[in-house]
C-alpha cells in the first residue's frame, strides 16, 4: 500500500489512537486527520475525578506528533469542503470513524452519522478520487439483543435505540453509494472498546473514574453503578486499531466484519478488577442506581472473519482496565492538580501543556 490516508473523526477516542497506529505501520504514508474542532492537546470528551471536570489528556503514548501526520479542520457535513480538501491532497484510502455517541440527540445522530457519510462518500466521487480502500466505523450496538451467540455479521440487524438506528442508516446508505461508484468499501463493526481516554457515558470508563476519586480521596468509598449482569464483548481500543489497520490492508471490499475480542464478560467482572487494581483495601458500597431500557442481555461477536485476515487481539481486559484505571490515576490527576494550583486558573489544555514542559 502507498499513498495517503485520510482519516475522519481524527481527535476523537478511537481516531487517535488509530492515527497513532497507522503512522507507526505506514512511516513513509501521509496520515491526514480530519475534525470539526481546531487541532488540540486533547480528547474532545471530557473526563472527572472527583470535584475536577476538564478536557481529557492525552495518555503519553498519543503525544508526540509523528512527522507523516497533519491534521486540517473541515465538517465531515460539508460536502464542498470535502471535495477541495480531496482534490488536493488525493488520498489512496479513506477511513471514517466521525460518530455521534449512543447518548446524543436523535437529530444530531443522523447528522453526523448519516448525512455526514453520505457526503464524505458523495464527495469522493465528485473529486475523482481512486482509492484501495474506505473502511467505514459501524458499531455493534446494530445487533441489539442478537438471536444466537457469538452473534455473526450474517445477524438480522435490531437497532434498539437512535443510536444504533443511525449506524444501520449509515451503513445502508454507504453500501448504496457503493453499489452506484464501485467504491472498495469494508465495514467495521467496533463492540464495546476500552482503553485510556475513553468517554465516560462508556460503564468501564464512569467506573474507572468514580473509583479514581475515591483512591485521590476526593469521595467516600461509594460508587454508583446500573445493571452488573449483562454481559459484553470487550476489546482495547489499541486492539481497534490495529483491525482498522488490517482492515484497510487485506479487507475484502464488500464485507462487514466484527471488531470485537470474541470474549464474553459479565459486567460485574469490570468493577471488581477495577476495584481490585485501585488496591482501595476498604469496603466499597456498590449502589445500583440505574439501569438503560434497550440494554441487550448477553453480548459476544464472532470474529471469525476478522481473525482469517491475521487477526488477534494483544491486550487483555484486565490490561485494558488497568491502563485506564493508570490514566485517572496519571495524566488526569495530574491535570486536576494543576488546575487546582495555578493562579489565575489555567485552562484544561493549557494546565495539562504546562506540566508537560
Known sequence: MSGAILVTGAQGFVGRWFIAEASARWPQRKILGIGRSARRATFTSHV?????RLLAPLP????????????ETADIRDEDALVAL???????????????????PADALHSVNVEGTIALLRALRRAEVPVDRVVIGSSGWVYGSPRSLPVRETAALAPPDPYAESKVAMECAAWSAARETALPLVVARIFNVVGPGLDERHACAR???QIAAIGAGFAEPHIVVGDLTPTRDFVDVRDVAAALAILLERGVPGQTYNVASGRETVMEEVLTTLVAIARLGRKLNVERAYRRAADAVRVVADIGSLAALGYDTAYPLAASLADLYA????????LAAAQSSSTPRASGAAAFEATQG
Open 48 to 52: 472527572t475525578i472527583g470535584p475536577h
Open 60 to 71: 503519553a503514548a498519543l503525544r508526540a506528533t509523528a512527522p507523516n501526520v497533519a491534521y
Open 86 to 104: 480531496l482534490v488536493a491532497e488525493r488520498p489512496a484510502a479513506v477511513v471514517h470513524l466521525a460518530s455521534g455517541l449512543r447518548d446524543d
Open 207 to 209: 467506573f474507572a473514574s
Open 327 to 334: 490514566y485517572y490515576t496519571g495524566p488526569v490527576a495530574t
